[in-house]
């Protein structure tokens, strides 16, 4: 479980046993009502990682409602947009391992986190990745009732796969933008878990091999 849920849980409890001391217990049920629903909504599960080369994973739990094409900072990409309920796990992994090389966090706005212009509007952390030669960006966006964004990493940390990396608290949404060959795995309406499910699968980058002419041009140097 992450802490934040013993932080919640045990405030709502000690308000519960304020409230039957100085009233009657009856009075406290909907407090200890919310004090379980936060111990249960903050679970953190252990998940089985894929060990696919150039599997990307979900960043998140919940429903893949968007899958298309967008340009990027100039650059063609497709989009995979995940929506988290309130009844979802809303711990967030890396869809990918290696490098984090950016990250940037943008206040906006908080519409609700189905809605087409939350992804530029709402306010949002966009984390960068670089590895296996590829660069994939995730974004952690707030939703109609979140309003706490966190992410555990700092540029130049590496991550693995799969690897827990922050929170989005309560019900928001997780964009992750892909290079154009990217095979896709999912399609909307489909239901993904963080860290276990592929969304796509990338092809390796091989390196370019250096040429004789080249060897030999360098050897003569």
Not at 19 to 40: D, E, G, K, Q, R
Not at 189 to 201: F, P
Not at 207 to 219: F, N, T
Request: charged residues 20%.
């Amino acid at each position: 479980m992450v802490r934040d849920g013993f932080f919640y849980g045990a405030g709502c409890l000690l308000a519960g046993g304020a409230i039957a001391w100085l009233a009657a217990w009856p009075y406290a049920v909907p407090m200890l009502l919310l004090a379980a629903f936060f111990l249960w909504f903050f679970r953190d599960p252990e998940r089985q990682i894929p060990a696919i080369p150039g599997a990307i994973v979900s960043p998140g739990d919940g429903k893949v409602t968007d899958v298309s094409v967008l340009t990027s900072d100039g650059t063609p990409r497709q989009r995979i947009s995940i929506f988290l309920s309130v009844f979802d796990v809303h711990v967030n992994r890396s869809p990918i391992g290696g490098v984090i090389r950016e990250v940037r966090y943008q206040r906006g706005k908080f519409l609700n986190a189905m809605s087409a212009g939350s992804a530029e509007e709402n306010e949002q952390n966009i984390v960068t990745v670089e590895g296996e030669g590829r660069t994939v960006i995730f974004k952690q966006i707030a939703g109609l009732i979140a309003r706490r964004i966190v992410f555990n990493f700092r540029v130049g940390d590496h991550v693995a796969r799969g690897e827990r990396v922050g929170l989005i608290k309560f019900g928001s949404r997780v964009d992750v933008l892909l290079d154009r060959d990217a095979v896709m795995h999912v399609k909307p309406g489909d239901r993904v878990k963080g860290g276990v499910t592929v969304l796509a699968v990338l092809p390796l980058v091989q390196p370019v091999p250096l040429s004789s002419a080249g060897v030999q041009e360098a050897h003569h140097s």
